[in-house]
């Protein structure tokens, strides 16, 4: 069975700082780690995405991650914040690419 | 860049009466899904569907709900007999394939108030 924690179901920055949601999880079997973003009003729209290979992964909007397996993490990060990165998070667990395992969720609120 | 869309927007039931959701998948896709997200908790898996089939469902998805593709472009998602705790916003996703390139693609969700 997997699951996904994600500590802090808000996180305050201010525009220019930097953007650490953290994401862990718990999968039996080698997961697939998936970060999506909902802004208001909208459906979930993927970010990026671990499957194997390189650790650090890229995705859009200047946002990345890291495949952390001895801490089993999936911190997503980007360097500088934007005022329109202010939306809710969710980090998702897959073993299969079907059914995918999502946290609570944390949103991000960017101040000027 | 091609979108799941999901109609209505917003749906009112009283509760008992049966509900229709609607999503038509981006076109080519061969997999897809719904979940459904509780105001303020996380968002969870209900049922996938390939082939014209179930291939995998959760608990949540019980005897009240069903899933049908009706024809080459609509998925839909059927609840029977409406309680209050299917309030919920419900998310229809379908993606091309199940391996690592190729993600599934959300919808903007209904929102379905049982009253």
């Known amino acids: 069975a997997q699951s996904v924690t994600q500590l802090g179901s808000h996180v305050s920055v201010s525009e220019g700082a930097l953007v650490l949601l953290r994401c862990n999880y718990s999968s039996s079997v080698p997961p697939y780690l998936f970060w999506y973003v909902q802004y208001p009003n909208q459906g979930l729209q993927l970010l990026l995405k671990y499957t194997t290979g390189a650790t650090l992964v890229k995705g859009i909007n200047g946002f990345e991650a890291e495949f952390k397996k001895s801490e089993t993490s999936f911190h997503l990060t980007k360097p500088s914040a934007h005022m329109s990165d202010a939306a809710e998070y969710f980090c998702?667990?897959?073993?299969?690419?079907?059914?995918?395992?999502f946290g609570t969720g944390t949103r991000l609120l960017v101040s000027p | 860049e091609p979108e799941v869309t999901q109609t209505p927007s917003h749906q009112v039931t009283q509760m008992g009466q049966e509900v229709i959701l609607r999503c038509v998948p981006i076109?080519?896709?061969?997999?897809f899904y719904w979940y459904r997200q509780i105001l303020g908790q996380k968002v969870e898996f209900l049922v996938s569907?390939?082939?014209?089939?179930?291939?995998?469902k959760s608990e949540i998805f019980d005897d009240q709900f069903s899933v049908e593709r009706p024809d080459g472009s609509n998925f839909t998602l059927k609840i029977r007999s409406t309680k209050l705790e299917d309030s919920a916003m419900y998310f229809c996703a379908s993606s091309l394939g199940k391996n690592s390139n190729q993600p599934q693609h959300f919808g903007d969700g209904t929102r379905l108030s049982i009253l």
């Open positions: 998702a667990v897959s073993a299969s690419f079907q059914k995918l395992v």
């Open positions: 569907f390939y082939n014209n089939e179930i291939s995998e």
């Open positions: 076109s080519n896709h061969l997999y």
